[in-house]
């Protein structure tokens, strides 16, 4: 039984979670991330474009694009919610809406990720963005004694996801994982019943747990009604309407044991 706040919501044989803003710190990442990104974009434009405002408008759109604004990082923005994939799409048009073909638009923001790929892996805040939020690992135990099975469903590459759970030792926890690698892949449906499939269990018996509406549109459209909604993972909380129940801290969910479950059953 899951417990929300010591309120009974559900019985569940299985949790499907979201990674980035839901189970990890990812924002000063991903913000760094998108700096980057629009950093080497003005460098690459600049010697395209003669009129200064036309870098402005360039920073500007993809500032918009990604989500990224003066008071933090937008956790409805590509750079939070999408695959890389679509990443570069929305970068790639912001060249096009500046003049440039299609075809060259792609091949520019390929240029871009490319060499930025290569940054990433020096960043200080690397491993930051792997990192637990508060109340994640201690839910995990609760869920690994109630024999819950686990699993993740995330944008990230495969790599990035088998990074996150080698970097926590959570494999022994988390037993399948979905990416954006996978097809179908988030947000479609068909990806939560996949994986469901793979865990074994049935969509009506699980919950999800994410902090984008298009995560629980997903969970609801797949047959998952317990769609929970994180809203702390991020320094402006998503707003968020298609939630079954709001969270705000995992110290909040609960797992009640069934009385035939051993209870003997730890993490570490």
Wanted: charged share 20%; with cysteine.
């Amino acid at each position: 039984m899951l417990l929300l706040r010591g309120h009974p919501i559900g019985n569940i044989k299985g949790v499907l979670f979201d990674k980035d803003g839901t189970l990890s710190d990812s924002e000063l990442h991903l913000r760094k991330l998108s700096e980057l990104r629009i950093q080497h974009s003005i460098s690459l434009f600049s010697e395209r474009f003669s009129n200064p405002k036309e870098i402005s408008r360039l920073q500007e759109l993809l500032s918009a694009a990604y989500g990224v604004n003066s008071k933090g990082l937008n956790p409805g923005g590509t750079i939070a919610v999408a695959s890389r994939e679509q990443n570069l799409f929305s970068t790639a048009t912001v060249f096009c809406i500046l003049g440039e073909s299609w075809p060259q638009a792609l091949l520019l923001a390929n240029e871009v990720f490319e060499k930025v790929d290569v940054l990433a892996k020096k960043f200080n805040n690397n491993e930051r963005k792997m990192n637990l939020l508060p109340g994640v690992k201690e839910l995990f135990c609760k869920l690994k004694a109630a024999k819950v099975s686990c699993a993740l469903i995330s944008n990230d590459t495969s790599r990035g996801i088998e990074s996150f759970l080698e970097f926590n030792n959570l494999n022994f926890i988390i037993t399948h994982f979905s990416s954006a690698e996978n097809n179908p892949s988030k947000p479609n449906p068909d990806a939560v019943k996949q994986l469901c499939d793979q865990m074994g269990v049935y969509p009506a018996d699980c919950a999800l747990f994410g902090d984008a509406d298009s995560d629980l549109r997903m969970a609801k459209q797949a047959g998952i009604e317990l769609a929970l909604g994180y809203i702390a993972g991020w320094s402006h909380p998503p707003k968020l309407t298609t939630y079954t129940h709001l969270i705000s801290h995992w110290d909040e969910i609960s797992v009640e044991l069934n009385p035939k479950v051993p209870s003997k059953s730890h993490c570490q």
